[in-house]
């Protein structure tokens, strides 16, 4: 790139900016004009404009994705979903399998003693959470513990 087209590039870039810039400040002062006295109102609209100004991003260009780059794409894709169907399996058969053990061993238990196997099937009351228990905090009670014992 020559110099001349680095310094063309630049000065049109510049006043990009710089017109860019003029018309927000512009922006912003009609709505101080408008908005005069309203104290700190954060619904104000000069406040989307500086926000604008400080964390603008010029858009970046999609880079260019040529034909064969989309075909390895699209054949990672289907390979992790290949691999991603056949780990699912996997894990559904090794519950099955364990399943089917843990339903072999209640039948083998029935068979050899049905007291254990009543005992074993026996549903027990669910324990939930307490709700009256406490969460530990870093802030003193409201209440205040009474370690002076009543005179009596």
Not at 66 to 81: C, G, N, Y
């Amino acid at each position: 790139m020559s110099f001349v087209s680095r310094l063309t590039s630049l000065s049109t870039r510049h006043s990009t900016s710089l017109q860019r810039a003029t018309k927000i400040t512009k922006a912003i002062k009609k709505a101080a004009a408008e908005k005069k006295g309203s104290g700190h109102n954060t619904s104000d609209p000069r406040y989307e404009l500086i926000k604008q100004i400080l964390y603008y991003q010029e858009p970046r260009e999609l880079p260019s994705i040529s034909e064969e780059d989309i075909e390895r794409h699209m054949t990672i894709l289907r390979a992790e979903k290949i691999f991603k169907m056949t780990a699912s399996a996997q894990r559904r058969a090794e519950r099955e399998r364990k399943f089917a053990a843990m339903e072999k061993a209640y039948e083998a238990l029935a068979t050899a003693d049905p007291r254990l196997y009543e005992a074993a099937c026996k549903k027990e009351g669910t324990t939930t959470f307490p709700l009256e228990m406490r969460v530990p905090t870093e802030t003193p009670s409201q209440k205040i513990w009474d370690y002076m014992t009543p005179s009596q």
